[in-house]
């Protein structure tokens, strides 16, 4: 099945909590990039964490990755109404693939 | 800077026309990727350029899509002629990083409606 599956599929929080959000996938990969898109806009970049890392933070977003379980979770810390996006892992092998995505809704 | 920019950010066509996208790189990427979303399904790759040359164009649907980037600049994707399936959301993307190592940098799309 296709590479950097995104679960849960859909998630809806009150703004304040955290939302994780976990990724698998099958094949040995260079890095593995989360990206965001906000209904009706472009893809944006939200992080990039490389195969020989574990974990990465930026701002309240904190990644890990788990290369011999072949999976990565995005945690976004005290959410807000405009975190309201689906979330996209990426892998990148021979080219960047990505999965259905997470509908993220933070409720205000 | 100026960022990765599609045109049109929506087009409405009828099963059987033609539409032609256009994707406008950073200046300086040498690499360039259209992707689509599909009934809000998963985003595929179409192809890939570096420069003016087709890198990987396995991606590509079939025969009615066409891409073209003349000069390694900007790229067009023609669909030719459009049918229902079409529709969705074609992204373009660039990046400087040679191979996939690094970070894509995405327009906003282009909502294709083809009725």
């Known amino acids: 099945s296709q590479q950097g599956e995104e679960d849960p599929q859909a998630l809806s929080i009150q703004e304040g909590e955290n939302a994780t959000m976990n990724c698998s996938y099958k094949t040995s990969i260079n890095n593995l990039q989360w990206y965001r898109q906000n209904s009706g806009r472009g893809l944006v970049h939200l992080i990039l964490i490389r195969s020989n890392e574990r974990e990465k933070h930026s701002g309240r977003l904190r990644v890990t990755l788990d290369t011999s379980k072949k999976s990565s979770s995005l945690l976004i810390t005290a959410s807000r109404a405009a975190d309201t996006a689906s979330y996209f892992c990426v892998t990148s092998g021979s080219r960047l693939t990505f999965g259905e995505g997470t509908q993220l809704t933070v409720n205000p | 800077e100026a960022g990765v920019t599609q045109f049109p950010s929506h087009s409405v066509i009828e099963k059987g026309q033609t539409v032609t996208l256009r994707c406008d790189p950073i200046?300086?990427?040498?690499?360039l990727y259209w992707y689509r979303r599909v009934m809000g399904k998963e985003i595929k790759f179409l192809l890939h350029?570096?420069?003016?040359?087709?890198?990987?164009e396995s991606g590509m649907p079939n025969n009615r899509f066409l891409a073209e980037r003349t000069g390694g600049t900007y790229s067009t994707l023609k669909v030719q002629p459009a049918e229902l399936e079409d529709s969705g959301v074609y992204f373009c993307?660039?990046?400087?990083?040679?191979?996939?190592?690094?970070?894509?940098?995405f327009g906003s799309g282009t909502q294709l409606s083809v009725l």
């Open positions: 350029f570096v420069k003016e040359s087709k890198q990987d």
């Open positions: 993307a660039s990046s400087q990083t040679m191979g996939l190592t690094g970070k894509l940098f």
């Open positions: 200046s300086g990427h040498d690499n």
